[in-house]
C-alpha cells in the first residue's frame, strides 16, 4: 500500500512570509499529526487531526495551524516566518488508536 | 507534561555486538512505540509496545509499564542499524518523543 506523502520535500522561503505543506496518509487512516523537528529541540508534536477535528494540540504558537479535510489530507500552515522556523516537519498517518503510526519523508522548510 | 529520557545518547558499536537502548517515562501511557530514524531523516516504526515484550527478528522491546520504562535490544548489530532510536510515547496519538540515542555500528 501506499506510504505517507508530504509534500513538497524541500522549501526555501523568506522571513515574513507563509508556508503551507501538505501530507496525504495512508488510505483509510483518519488521524494525521505534524511534528517539527531541530537539532536543537528534537522531535516536538504540533497538533493531531481526527475526522477533519483538531483532536490534540502542543505547545506552539498560533502562527502554526493545520487543517483537515474530508479525504483525510492535511495540511499545516505557518504565517509570518521566522528564521527559528527552519526544520524538518514530519507528518504521521494512523487509524486512530495509534498503533499503526507510519511517517512520511518530511518537508525540510528552510527560512532565511 | 509526560517527561521522556533515553539513555545512552550516544553508542558507538563493533558490527556483530548487541546493545540495549533505555526509555524512561514520567507517567502511565497508552501508546509506547520505538523509532528509528535513518540518515536521510525517515522514522520507521520498530514497536508498539505499551506493555510487554515483542520481538521481529535481531530487534525485540519490553516496556515494563508499572515502572515506566522500555527497553530495546539490538542483537547481531549491523552497519545498516545506525541512526538514531527514538522512544515516543503518550495517550492515543498525543505523542512525546525522547532526544533519542545515537547509534553508530563500524564495520
Known amino acids: 500500500k501506499a506510504g505517507v506523502t508530504q509534500t513538497p520535500r524541500y522549501l526555501i522561503k523568506t522571513r515574513g512570509q507563509q508556508v503551507t505543506l501538505s501530507c496525504s496518509p495512508i488510505?483509510?487512516?483518519?488521524?494525521v499529526s505534524w511534528y517539527q523537528q531541530t537539532p536543537g529541540q528534537g522531535l516536538q508534536f504540533l497538533f493531531e487531526?481526527?475526522?477533519?477535528?483538531?483532536?490534540n494540540k502542543g505547545n506552539f504558537p498560533g502562527r502554526f495551524s493545520g487543517r483537515q479535510f474530508s479525504n483525510s489530507r492535511s495540511e499545516m500552515n505557518v504565517s509570518t516566518l521566522e528564521l527559528g522556523d527552519s526544520a524538518l516537519y514530519l507528518c504521521?498517518?494512523?487509524?486512530?488508536?495509534?498503533?499503526?503510526?507510519?511517517f512520511g519523508s518530511g518537508t525540510r522548510l528552510t527560512v532565511v | 507534561g509526560i517527561q521522556v529520557e533515553q539513555s545512552p545518547p550516544d553508542l558507538i558499536l563493533q558490527e556483530g555486538a548487541n546493545s540495549t537502548l533505555r526509555c524512561n517515562f514520567s507517567?502511565?501511557?497508552?501508546?509506547l512505540q520505538w523509532f528509528h530514524q535513518n540518515p536521510w531523516g525517515q522514522l520507521i516504526n520498530l514497536f508498539y509496545i505499551p506493555s510487554g515484550t515483542k520481538q521481529n527478528g535481531r530487534l525485540s522491546a519490553t516496556t515494563v509499564a508499572t515502572e515506566r520504562y522500555s527497553l530495546l535490544y539490538i542483537s547481531s548489530s549491523q552497519t545498516t542499524d545506525s541512526g538514531v532510536y527514538f522512544c515516543?510515547?503518550?495517550?492515543?496519538?498525543?505523542?512525546?518523543f525522547g532526544a533519542g540515542t545515537r547509534l553508530t555500528v563500524k564495520p
Open positions: 504521521a498517518s494512523s487509524l486512530g488508536s495509534g498503533d499503526d503510526y507510519t
Open positions: 487531526y481526527f475526522s477533519e477535528t483538531q483532536r
Open positions: 515516543a510515547l503518550g495517550r492515543n496519538n498525543d505523542m512525546r
Open positions: 507517567d502511565s501511557v497508552n501508546n
Open positions: 488510505s483509510g487512516h483518519r488521524s
